[in-house]
Structures are given as structure tokens and as C-alpha cells.
């Protein structure tokens, strides 16, 4: 028998391995990380503390940032670290951790989005006795719940496989494409089923959401009154956006087969959905929300005048 080193700890290969091009791409993500926490937060403040954000759809908004800020902080900090002191190793049980907090996805919450809105357009006469608060908190809950039972058991079971050879991963984070590829066993078979129970999260969903936003949109035509098509088009359209970002972009890296020569390109929209999307949101669901808008004019408002407060004081 063959004496086997049993891999402790993976190398993260990042962006780049040229350290003169390591500055520009550390400046920008760390500018990207920065707006985004500072998109986020204030939004999921705003949603808390204004009266006129206490309805069912801002309870998933809220929801909804907090994950994004929740996928921020599992990647970023660590990424720009490695960037900035070239330690780009992490450990088992680290890169266990990122991939059971990273794998948590939104989907069945952006699924919850999507009902809530087919609630209030199609069935507006009922919507208050249907989105209870009571409720709302269950499907928060249960898509929490069932997308970690999504990802446990393919987590473990990929965690026990034997990693004994080569412990270099082309990502800038833990992926379970590339760990499948560095086991010293037969994947076959657990590669299989993660994509079948990727492919069932991530499509099932979307069919949830196709048929939610069919719906709604075949209502909105039936409006006769452009004024209140308009009212009820902006908050569709802003979820509309975010969910055609989401899925196409995970549709891309975790449905469609992997191909070594598309690796690089598989992390570029990784990297845009990761990264790049938190970033986003916020300003797309903010700049295209009148409520969302007028509460951040109070917020302002407010701190403007305590601050002259506390000067005159």
C-alpha cells in the first residue's frame, strides 16, 4: 500500500497569480463590497423601522438583503484578504462552511416574492387574510428550511470523500464542481445527484415564479386604467429584473454541463452573481419603489435636523 497525505487545506487560485494586476482588481472589489453593504444595510433599516414598509412584500425584501449580505460576507472578506496577502489557502472545514452557507440560495425566497405578488394583483379582495404575518413567517422559514435540505446531504456526503492528491481549486471561493474533480474516488454518482437536486431547486422555483408572474401580467393587461397598470408595474418589474439576473447567471454555472474550457467563464459569472448582484438590488428595488424613496427622504430628513440639533446643543 501507497502511503497517502490526507489534503488539510485547499489553495484558492483566484483571479490571477500576476501580483502587478492583483492592486486594481483588490481596489475595485473592495470598493463593490463596500457599496453593497452600504446598499443593503439601510434598506433592511428602512423596512424595519418606517411604518409605511410593513407590509408582506417588504417583509420579504427584507428577508431578502439580509441573504445578500449573508453571501457578501461569506465570500468577499476572505477573497480580499487572499488578494492582499497572497494567503490563498483554506482550510476543510472552512471550505465545508462557505459551501453550506454560500449553497443556501434565495431561489425558494425569490419563489415567496413572486407569490406574494400574484397575491396582491390577482387576488387583492383576499390578499390581507392570505399574507398574514403568521404566514409570511413560515415561508420565510420553510424556504430556509428546505433549501438547506437541499444542500446537507450532498454537502456531507461530498465532505467524506477521500482528498489525497492534488488540492488546487481554480475558483476564488470553495466550489463543488471543482472539489468533485480533486477526489481521489469515483464522483460520478454524487456528481449526478448534485446536479439533479441543483437542477430541481433552481428550475422547480423558476416554474413557481413563471407561473406567478404569467398570472400577473395577464391580469395587469386586463387594467383598463393605465394609471393603475403603471402603479402596479414598477414593483413587478424591479423583482422581474433581479430574478432574470439570478437564475440566468446560476442556470449557467450550476445547470449546464461543466466543460473545463468554460471554467473561466463560469467563475466571471459566479463572480457577477455573487458579487456584483448584491450590489445591485438594492438600487433596483429602491430607484424604481416610491415608498422605498419617500421613507429614505424622512431618514434623511430626520438626520438632517438632528444633527442641527446636536450643533445647537
Not at 10 to 33: D, K, M, T, W
Not at 88 to 112: M, N, R, T, V
Not at 140 to 156: E, F, N
Not at 271 to 278: A, E, F
Request: glycine fraction near 4%; charge should be positive; hydrophobic fraction near 50%.
Amino acid at each position: 500500500m501507497k502511503n497517502q497525505t490526507t489534503v488539510e487545506e485547499f489553495i484558492l487560485l483566484g483571479l490571477s497569480n500576476n501580483r502587478h494586476l492583483i492592486i486594481i482588481p483588490f481596489v475595485v472589489l473592495l470598493l463593490v463590497f463596500l457599496l453593497s453593504i452600504m446598499g443593503n444595510i439601510p434598506v433592511v433599516i428602512l423596512t424595519l423601522r418606517d411604518h409605511h414598509l410593513q407590509s408582506p412584500m417588504y417583509f420579504f425584501l427584507r428577508n431578502f438583503f439580509l441573504l445578500e449580505i449573508c453571501f457578501t460576507y461569506i465570500i468577499m472578506p476572505s477573497f480580499l484578504y487572499s488578494l492582499l496577502t497572497e494567503r490563498k489557502s483554506i482550510s476543510l472545514p472552512g471550505c465545508f462552511h462557505q459551501l453550506l452557507l454560500f449553497f443556501l440560495l434565495g431561489f425558494y425566497l425569490l419563489a415567496a416574492m413572486s407569490f406574494d405578488r400574484y397575491i396582491a394583483i390577482c387576488n387583492p379582495l383576499h390578499y390581507t387574510s392570505i399574507m398574514t404575518s403568521h404566514f409570511c413567517d413560515w415561508l420565510v422559514l420553510a424556504s430556509w428550511l428546505i433549501g438547506l435540505g437541499y444542500v446537507i446531504v450532498p454537502l456531507v456526503l461530498l465532505f467524506q470523500l477521500p482528498f489525497s492528491g492534488p488540492n488546487i481549486i481554480n475558483h476564488f471561493f470553495c466550489d463543488s464542481a471543482a472539489l468533485l474533480e480533486l477526489a481521489c474516488t469515483d464522483t460520478r454518482l454524487l456528481g449526478l445527484l448534485s446536479f439533479l437536486l441543483a437542477t430541481g431547486s433552481i428550475l422547480g422555483t423558476l416554474a413557481i415564479t413563471v407561473v406567478s408572474y404569467f398570472k400577473v401580467i395577464s391580469m395587469e393587461m386586463r387594467i383598463p386604467s393605465t394609471a393603475e397598470r403603471q402603479k402596479a408595474f414598477p414593483t413587478c418589474s424591479s423583482h422581474i429584473t433581479v430574478i432574470s439576473i439570478t437564475y440566468s447567471s446560476c442556470i449557467f454555472v450550476y445547470v449546464t454541463p461543466t466543460c473545463r474550457s468554460r471554467l473561466d467563464l463560469r467563475g466571471a459569472v459566479a463572480l457577477l452573481n455573487n458579487v456584483v448582484s448584491p450590489l445591485l438590488n438594492p438600487f433596483i428595488y429602491s430607484l424604481r419603489n416610491k415608498q422605498v424613496k419617500e421613507a429614505l427622504r424622512d431618514a434623511l430628513s430626520q438626520s438632517a435636523v438632528l444633527c442641527c440639533l446636536l450643533k445647537s446643543a
